[in-house]
C-alpha cells in the first residue's frame, strides 16, 4: 500500500509511551508537516506550542490531568485556535508575495481582499456589527445562494478549530510515517493550561494536546473499532 495510507491505517492512539528522544530534525519535520495542512482563506489560524524539556512537560501533563499519554509522552504539543493572528498573517503573506516578485496587479487584489476579509471577519464593539452582518447575510439569503460568515467570538473560534485540526491531523499522520506515535487529548484543564502558557483569553483557545513518542512495547493496544462505511457515509 502506499506510505500515506499505510501511515493513516496504521495510526492509534497510544496511551503509553516509552522514553525516547526526538531529535531537532525529526520535531521540524512533524511541525512542518503540521503548517502544511489547507487552512481557511489561507489563514492558518492557530499556533502549535511544543513542549520538550523535561519541567515544562510534566507541568503541562499534569494540566492534562495525569492521563498516562501527557505523563509518558517524550513531547506534547499544544494546539491553539488563534482569532487574532489575521493580521500578522496578511502581513507575512504580503511580505512574501513582495520579495517573490508578484504582479502589482496580483499584490494590491490580495490587499484587497484581506481588506474585505478583515471587516468580514470583525464582530465589531459588543457584537454591533455581527447583529449588522447578521441581518443582512440573511437578507441576502432569501434571493441568492450565499454563506454565513462567522459572526460570534464562538463562531469565530469554531471557524479557526476547523484548521487547526486538520494541522493536527497532518501532525499526526506525519509522526507515524516518521516513526513516532501520538496520542491526541481534550482532556485538559483549558483555563490552567492556557494560563501557563501566556494565551489570551480573547484570541486563543486550546484545541487539543498532542503526546508523542514511541509506544512502549508494555502497552497492548486495544482493538481498533470504526462505524461501518454505510452507517458513516451516504452516496447520492
Ligand atoms: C478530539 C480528540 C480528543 C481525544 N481526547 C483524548 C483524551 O483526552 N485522552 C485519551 O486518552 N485519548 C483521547 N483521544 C483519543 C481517542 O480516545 C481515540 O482516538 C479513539 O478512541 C480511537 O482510537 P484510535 O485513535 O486508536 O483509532 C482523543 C481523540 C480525539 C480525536
Redesign the pocket.
Known amino acids: 500500500m502506499n506510505d500515506i495510507l499505510d501511515a493513516i491505517f496504521q495510526r492509534?492512539?497510544v496511551?503509553v509511551f516509552e522514553p525516547v528522544e526526538i531529535s531537532q530534525g525529526l520535531r521540524e519535520q512533524i511541525l512542518n508537516a503540521a503548517r502544511h495542512a489547507p487552512s481557511s482563506f489561507n489563514a492558518q489560524p492557530y499556533k502549535l506550542y511544543w513542549v520538550g524539556s523535561a519541567a515544562e512537560k510534566a507541568a503541562v501533563a499534569k494540566l492534562c490531568m495525569g492521563?498516562s499519554?501527557a505523563e509518558t509522552a517524550s513531547a506534547l504539543v499544544v494546539a491553539v485556535a488563534d482569532i487574532g493572528s489575521g493580521p500578522a498573517t496578511t502581513q507575512g503573506q504580503l511580505e512574501w508575495m513582495r520579495k517573490s516578485n508578484f504582479a502589482e496587479a496580483k499584490i494590491r487584489d490580495y490587499e484587497r481582499t484581506a481588506k474585505i476579509g478583515r471587516i468580514l471577519f470583525m464582530p465589531g464593539p459588543l457584537g454591533i456589527f455581527a447583529a449588522i452582518k447578521r441581518a443582512l447575510f440573511w437578507l441576502m439569503n432569501l434571493w441568492m445562494t450565499i454563506g454565513m460568515p462567522p459572526l460570534s467570538r464562538q463562531d469565530f473560534f469554531k471557524w479557526a478549530t476547523k484548521s487547526t485540526s486538520l494541522a493536527c491531523q497532518n501532525l499526526m499522520i506525519a509522526a507515524e510515517a516518521l516513526g513516532v506515535n501520538t496520542?491526541?487529548?481534550?482532556?485538559f484543564d483549558g483555563r490552567r493550561l492556557s494560563q501557563y502558557l501566556g494565551l489570551s483569553h480573547r484570541y486563543h483557545e486550546i484545541v487539543?494536546v498532542i503526546a508523542i513518542g514511541k509506544k512502549s512495547p508494555a502497552y497492548v493496544q486495544p482493538p481498533?473499532w470504526r462505524r461501518p462505511l454505510d452507517m458513516t457515509v451516504t452516496v447520492l
Open positions: 492509534r492512539a496511551k492521563q499519554p496520542c491526541p487529548m481534550e482532556g487539543m481498533q
